[in-house]
């Protein structure tokens, strides 16, 4: 591990068991982190956080944390945000492994991120599409509606990529350059969403009313939208076996399950292959480019409505 100072945290209650079904202390928690944190740490970097915290073990019911409390040691950064119905938020950033493992010293089990970083904070460089199937149904549909994102997003010039979601379904990312606000990427992101949808209605829906999709899958933008935030790339899920958000590449796509990858698994995982995420700036697409493109491609098809 580049960042030694991590050896700095101390582990309290280290024996504590948070996965009481698999004997997964909170020492083992922090280690997973503190193994991962070289591969991690560059997608969390000055990213607000909103931490999910379950101090007595999953199984005791957990919280959501979004802000830095007096006891957090000053060397952990932050991110002052504007709420948009007045005051402010500061919120915790992991610009570093000592930090990562310090929070999960707390009792970090997962750490969800916003989609932009300190410095353009109102200008998101990242698209999110959760896809979870339709009643906890196959995972097959799933894969399919993945794969539709991924090939609309190529006609857009945008470079999509993947990842286990560690729940039920995955997530389809796309890193944009920091240009255009929430608002328009949000658009961007949900007239992507009716375009695939409006290709298989019979199974594919953009309408958020559960009671409303008749049991077809929906294609979840709402991550893009200012304040949200999206699960972050190799977080540990609250779940039984500590199922882990893992970037895959797209061919393992057809023998992969949400949960296929955990928390025992990720570092071996990331000992043999590359990180699938590891350059994933460098493909950031334009967001004008784009748009043009897909008002074309909705022209074309006679989907919605171009902007």
């Given at each position: 591990?580049?960042?030694?100072?991590?050896?700095?945290?101390?582990?309290?209650?280290?024996?504590?068991?948070?996965?009481?079904k698999d004997g997964i202390t909170k020492g083992d928690v922090v280690d997973y982190y503190r193994r991962v944190a070289d591969t991690m740490v560059p997608q969390l970097r000055g990213r607000p956080l909103s931490l999910q915290r379950f101090p007595e073990g999953i199984g005791h019911g957990g919280f959501f944390q979004q802000e830095v409390s007096d006891h957090f040691p000053d060397w952990v950064a932050r991110a002052e945000v504007e709420r948009r119905g007045g005051g402010t938020v500061v919120h915790p950033v992991c610009d570093d492994a000592r930090t990562l493992a310090y929070l999960a010293n707390l009792g970090v089990v997962t750490l969800h991120m916003w989609t932009s970083r300190v410095g353009h904070l109102e200008r998101p460089d990242r698209?999110?599409?959760?896809?979870?199937?339709?009643?906890?149904?196959?995972v097959a549909p799933v894969r399919d509606?993945?794969?539709r994102v991924r090939d609309v997003l190529g006609e857009l010039d945008l470079v999509p990529f993947l990842q286990t979601s560690g729940s039920k379904g995955f997530h389809v990312v796309t890193p944009l350059r920091p240009e255009a606000?929430?608002?328009?990427v949000g658009a961007l992101a949900s007239d992507v969403a009716e375009l695939i949808a409006s290709q298989d209605?019979?199974?594919?829906?953009?309408?958020?009313?559960?009671?409303?999709r008749a049991g077809r899958l929906f294609l979840d933008v709402g991550r893009n939208v200012w304040a949200q935030t999206a699960v972050a790339p190799y977080s540990v899920r609250p779940k039984d076996g500590a199922p882990v958000a893992t970037p895959i590449e797209w061919s393992e796509l057809a023998r992969t399950d949400p949960r296929s990858h955990t928390l025992s698994s990720v570092p071996r995982r990331l000992a043999r292959k590359p990180d699938p995420w590891g350059s994933m700036d460098r493909d950031a697409g334009n967001y004008e480019a784009a748009?043009?493109?897909?008002?074309?491609?909705?022209?074309?098809?006679?989907?919605?409505?171009?902007?």
């Open positions: 591990m580049s960042d030694d100072v991590s050896d700095q945290v101390e582990v309290t209650n280290a024996d504590r068991v948070l996965f009481p698209i999110v599409f959760d896809l979870d199937p339709p009643d906890d149904g196959e509606a993945a794969k606000g929430f608002d328009e209605p019979e199974r594919l829906t953009v309408e958020r009313r559960k009671a409303k748009r043009e493109r897909l008002d074309a491609l909705m022209d074309r098809t006679g989907t919605g409505k171009a902007r």
